[in-house]
């Protein structure tokens, strides 16, 4: 299999969406086109601006943190990945036991490549760092990986992008951290449930507290169900204050940036700072642009 860095295609979205407003105001007449071509590159440009300039932030100004020690909240990890315990996932194109990965499959019709099937695997992995593991759930993240493979096969071409099990990972989201500590529990509510689920089998509630075998539970039967019942529920209750930490990694609900690559931090960091300065003197000459427009005539 050959593994090459592909384009980031989020990255080239913004490009691509100020392609058909200038194709139409060129094959037009109408100079108005012309003035809406350039104020619609102008707000694209600035967002997609806005957002890089973010992004680059985010990654220059959150200092990496260690999973065993990170604070509650958004952090930068750095580790390998790992797939979870008991787990396989396998990229539907190549086959590869992956962590992640993205598909598209396009046809060739009348010269031009459409999408005609794509997905996205959601299944969480895991990110070592040598003092912990954190579980990464790739829902809602921006990711990024440096192994695609395009296969080009008559009218059809296949494109994957893939994290492979043992990458260098690099995380930005919220973390979060639960243990048994932190876990609210009921001890009267779950013994009145417990007490409920053994009247629903009323065979073994009889076989276990009718005493003296006559057929019916008394108060002083039903208090010792209740013992046995309070009993159970405190063992219970100390097996899930014992459970051990368990760190996860997900979307920010704040709108910060959710990102996963198996790039380094610093080239991420630089193709940020690309994107900012191509982006710009976009803007700049789409303003331009716009001023250009607004002396046309009517």
Known sequence: MRIRIGRWRTDSLPFFLQVVPFGIAAQSDSNRLWLLAFTLAVLINLWAWLIALGRRRAIQDTPTSRVASAAQGYVELVGTGQPLADTQLLSPLSQLP?????????????????????????LPFMLEDGSGRCQVDPRGAEIHAAHQETRTQGDRRTTEHILLKGDSLYALGEFRSDNGEHVPLDRRRDVGELLGEWKADQTDLYGRFDLDGNGAIDAREWDL??????????????????????????????????????????????????????????????????????????
């Open 98 to 122: 992956c962590l992640w990965y993205r598909y598209t499959m396009e046809e060739r019709d009348n010269g031009e490549w459409k999408q005609i099937e794509h997905g996205e695997s959601d």
């Open 225 to 298: 169900a209740r013992r046995a019942a309070e009993r159970e529920v405190e063992q219970r209750h100390r097996e899930i204050r014992a459970q051990p930490t368990r760190h996860f990694l997900a979307k920010p609900r704040w709108g910060k940036p959710y990102l996963i690559s198996n790039h380094p931090p610093e080239k991420l960091g630089r193709r940020y700072g690309w994107l900012i300065a191509a982006h710009f003197v976009l803007l700049t000459g789409a303003l331009v642009g716009v001023s250009w427009a607004l002396g046309l005539p009517d």
